[in-house]
């Protein structure tokens, strides 16, 4: 990466205060949780996995769905420790700069790390909870999983016998509105925009990009691959996000 612009960055970094971090999977892989569409990813090694987290197959095949929890209870998540780029961005937070962290993880590591969780928008949902699909019963993931580790393949709901399913928005779900549009207000009163470990592929969220950018926000792109939103970039760093976040600042 060029030092003239990482050198750019960090100026631009250091005069912006209203900075919204837009991260996705990509953070997440130094703490050992794979993403889906790098190198190394999910769906790169195994595509058939993507019906996980599509609703229409978790509803029909209960084969699906016991593949689902058991991907779960074995899940890398659990035994997760924030890394070093969820620590530079606590920090960001913590000197008063970050306003918000939207994210597309559903790992919960942000929080883990010191952000507030009121400055954080998971707006793919949290894999540690889970809800009712029939139902308003939403519960800690912790109780499904004592059910899965005591041999049930597919737990159902207590209150109703509904299927369960982690608190994420599968492909086919309608994302919360009220997240969706604090993630766009965050946006559009930004003055810089660092989007962080995400191929930027997944809509509405990758339209964020563009929608910073149009009200007046640099755009930091921070990957280790080139992302669909390089082209409306001011900076794109690639690289190791453990090593060019911290670097930042
Ligand atoms: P993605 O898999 O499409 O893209 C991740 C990007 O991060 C890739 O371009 C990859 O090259 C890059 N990357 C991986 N490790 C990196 C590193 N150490 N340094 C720099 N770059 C790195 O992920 P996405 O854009 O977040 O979209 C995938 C969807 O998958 C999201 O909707 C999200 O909900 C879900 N997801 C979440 C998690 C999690 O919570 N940790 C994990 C997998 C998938």
Request: net charge negative; aromatic share 4%; charged share 20%.
């Amino acid at each position: 990466m060029s030092t003239d612009r990482m050198g750019q960055a960090k100026e631009w970094l250091d005069s912006a205060d209203h900075v919204v971090a837009l991260t996705g999977a990509g953070i997440s892989t130094e703490s050992g949780i794979p993403d889906f569409r790098g190198p190394k990813g999910l769906w790169t090694r195994d595509p058939d996995a993507e019906k996980l987290s599509n609703i229409r197959y978790y509803l029909d095949d209960p084969a699906i769905r016991v593949r689902a929890w058991r991907a779960r209870l074995d899940s890398p998540v659990w035994a997760a420790e924030p890394g070093a780029g969820h620590q530079a961005l606590a920090r960001l937070e913590a000197c008063g700069k970050l306003k918000t962290v939207i994210t597309q993880n559903i790992d919960g590591l942000h929080q883990l790390a010191g952000n507030s969780p009121e400055n954080v928008i998971e707006i793919h949902g949290t894999v540690r909870e889970v809800a009712c699909l029939t139902c308003s019963y939403r519960a800690p993931m912790t109780k499904v999983l004592v059910r899965l580790q005591a041999g049930e393949a597919d737990p159902d709901c207590p209150l109703c016998g509904g299927i369960l399913k982690s608190a994420t928005i599968s492909f086919g779900q309608s994302l919360v509105p009220q997240d969706l549009a604090r993630a766009e207000q965050a946006a559009r009163h930004s003055d810089l925009l660092l989007a962080v470990g995400s191929s930027l592929s997944v809509y509405p969220v990758a339209g964020l990009v563009p929608l910073a950018r149009d009200f007046g926000a640099q755009i930091i792109i921070i990957n280790a691959m080139p992302t669909d939103m390089d082209p409306v970039a001011d900076a794109v760093l690639l690289g190791n996000i453990g090593e060019v976040l911290p670097a930042l600042f």
